[in-house]
T-cell receptor, first 115, second 109 residues
Framework: DTGVSQNPRHKITKRGQNVTFRCDPI?????LYWYRQTLGQGPEFLTY????????KSRLLSDRFSAERPKGSFSTLEIQRTEQGDSAMYLC?????????????FGPGTRLLVL | GQNIDQPTEMTATEGAIVQINCTYQ??????LFWYQQHAGEAPTFLSY????GLEEKGRFSSFLSRSKGYSYLLLKELQMKDSASYLC??????????FGDGTTLTVKP
């Protein structure tokens, strides 16, 4: 399978704990995006990388959230001191960095439940 | 900022045609996308419009009018498997895309 993969698919944690999610984009895609989606709403943009550079970060991304893409391939999203409001589906998407490479391809998501 | 509006729910009959509208107000525009999302799954790409007009792809077509800030997704010959949420998304630049909250389509026999 050469699509976007995300791990874990599900995560249950207690309030106050730290969690880390991983995203492996389609191999030839330079751009990588993180979104958060709650029930009944569309995905909300969190952050975006081109290669290893984090080019944009939403105001939704509080200081408890950090994302990295150290070698320009896979990316990690860490949430520190989780809160119940962090419960959501975290989606990763990738796209190629060329003029016609506008389409973002989504991974299956990581569903987080904070108890 | 960016504001995207689409109906919350729609119902249609198997074999029929349905049109899902999307209006947007954005501070920049670099394309409009439609995605399909089944419950509990990730969005999958359906169509992309950057110029005015109609883009046709099998049973699905998407229309864009940039001057009106308006798009629609047209689904023909509806099948039960088309029951899903349909998301309209506007890309401002190479990075951020803003999504609407989706239209939940229910196809009935």
């Amino acid at each position: 399978d050469t699509g976007v993969s995300q791990n874990p698919r599900h995560k249950i944690t207690k309030r106050g704990q730290n969690v880390t999610f991983r995203c492996d984009p389609i191999s030839e895609h330079n751009r990588l995006y993180w979104y958060r989606q709650t029930l009944g709403q569309g995905p909300e943009f969190l952050t975006y990388f081109q290669n290893e550079a984090q080019l944009e970060k939403s105001r939704l991304l509080s200081d408890r959230f950090s994302a990295e893409r150290p070698k320009g391939s896979f990316s990690t999203l860490e949430i520190q001191r989780t809160e119940q409001g962090d419960s959501a589906m975290y989606l990763c998407a990738s796209s190629p960095a060329r003029a016609d490479g506008q389409t973002q391809y989504f991974g299956p998501g990581t569903r987080l439940l904070v108890l | 900022g960016q504001n995207i509006d689409q109906p919350t729910e729609m119902t249609a009959t198997e074999g029929a045609i349905v049109q899902i509208n999307c209006t947007y107000q954005t501070s920049g525009f670099n394309g409009l996308f439609w995605y399909q999302q089944h419950a509990g799954e990730a969005p999958t790409f359906l169509s992309y419009n950057v110029l005015d007009g109609l883009e046709e792809k099998g049973r699905f077509s998407s229309f864009l009018s940039r001057s009106k800030g308006y798009s629609y997704l047209l689904l023909k010959e509806l099948q039960m498997k088309d029951s899903a949420s349909y998301l309209c998304a506007v890309r401002r630049d190479a990075g951020k895309s803003t999504f609407g909250d989706g239209t939940t389509l229910t196809v009935k026999p």
